[in-house]
């Protein structure tokens, strides 16, 4: 008897979680067919779950339908959540209980601000989204954690039902989102006639945990490389663990032999640190972070993007492999970092001249 599943019978397992829809999917896999032909290989494929649909899209959306889900289930009538003031978590938190209809109350962190908060990016569309804001100035983690638990809790004394940002529990549950885009990726995979050597992504939670425990149930044969783009003061890596655990029970999927092939990138690897290594190990690797670099730096994708390039210079990939990065969103992110952008862009001479 085979001890992995097929997509459909993880599909039918993700199934009976309790879910609320707002994602478009699946997501497309692309190649970059440019890029790779830059590269002299190997192929890059992306998987845009920065199309996921809802305000801007992002993984979050992926993640909300099982906390939505959860939340409705328990009977919430209130949203308590929060991260940085430009946080991608939030936008899609707040659009997703738009349109549950459910009120949301966020508090934003403004310790890693330089300046003072500009309603730009993120920011705009939660006030636009009319979520009710709250700025504090403890950091994203423990911290910040503490004071969205008391949110929650004024809120119950006040009579509502809130579900809120409550690390363990929601890691988890938003992880089953993930083992979902793991079978879509097979699926497209085998569409595509491709056996891809390696997924990466960015995450330190749910998106990557999902991923490789997807990857893992299907009998996959490519590890699942996540690429921390935040660092928290635990171990990022057993984080991951722990959380495939719970989220393995969470869908039901108890095989014997589920040994994910993951490895993951705890260390806040800065991202000159990222850059460095990437510009020194490739050439071609600095090459395409010159041409698109207004686009991927700062950005959340400005971490697993360079080490995706690195170890393919490290020729850890044949030029004929596949490699599928998938793409987490996170595109509000670049209005806010306006003037720092425009600072870098290397305008192209007009046809016309001046
Ligand atoms: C665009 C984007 N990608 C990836 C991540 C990582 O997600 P997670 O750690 O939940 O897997 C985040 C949030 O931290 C994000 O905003």
Same mark, same amino acid.
């Given at each position: ?27 497309? %896999? ?77 508090? %934003? ?145 108890? %095989? ?19 850059? %460095? ?78």
């Amino acid at each position: 008897m085979s001890n992995t599943l097929s997509t459909a019978e993880l599909r039918e397992a993700i199934d009976r979680v309790p879910r609320f829809a707002l994602a478009h999917l699946p997501t497309p %896999l692309e190649p970059l067919r440019n890029l790779s032909k830059e590269l002299g290989g190997p192929t890059i494929w992306i998987k845009r779950d920065d199309c996921t649909g809802l305000a801007f899209g992002g993984n979050k959306t992926r993640h909300n339908e099982f906390l939505l889900g959860a939340a409705l289930d328990e009977g919430a009538d209130y949203f308590v959540w929060g991260a940085g003031v430009q946080s991608n978590n939030c936008r899609q938190t707040v659009a997703a209980c738009v349109k549950a209809g459910i009120p949301i109350h966020i508090v %934003l962190s403004r310790a890693h601000l330089d300046g003072p908060v500009e309603t730009q990016g993120n920011l705009l569309l939660d006030q636009l989204m009319g979520a009710s804001i709250e700025f504090v100035d403890a950091p994203v983690g423990p911290e910040l954690d503490v004071i969205i638990a008391d949110r929650a809790e004024q809120l119950r004394q006040k009579g509502h039902h809130p579900f809120f940002w409550n690390r363990n529990p929601v890691v988890q549950i938003a992880a089953i989102s993930y083992v979902e885009c793991a079978v879509e990726i097979a699926e497209q995979c085998q569409h595509e006639r491709i056996d891809p050597a390696a997924i990466y992504v960015s995450s330190c939670g749910s998106t990557g945990s999902g991923l490789a425990l997807g990857a893992a149930a299907l009998g996959m044969n490519c590890p699942v490389k996540n690429i921390a783009p935040l660092t928290w003061p635990w171990d990022t890596a057993n984080g991951h663990g722990r959380s495939r655990l719970r989220c393995c029970r969470a869908v039901a999927v108890f %095989l014997t032999a589920l040994r994910p092939q993951t490895s993951t990138f705890p260390r806040a690897t800065s991202l000159r640190d990222t850059e %460095l290594r990437a510009r020194t190990a490739w050439k071609p690797c600095s090459l395409s972070q010159g041409r698109s670099r207004s686009f991927w730096i700062r950005f959340t994708q400005a971490k697993p993007w360079p080490a995706c390039l690195t170890t393919s210079a490290a020729e850890i990939f044949r030029s004929d492999d596949d490699v599928v990065f998938v793409h987490t969103g996170g595109t509000p992110v670049l209005f806010a970092m306006n003037d720092f952008l425009n600072k870098s862009i290397t305008r192209r001479p007009s046809p016309f001249g001046e």
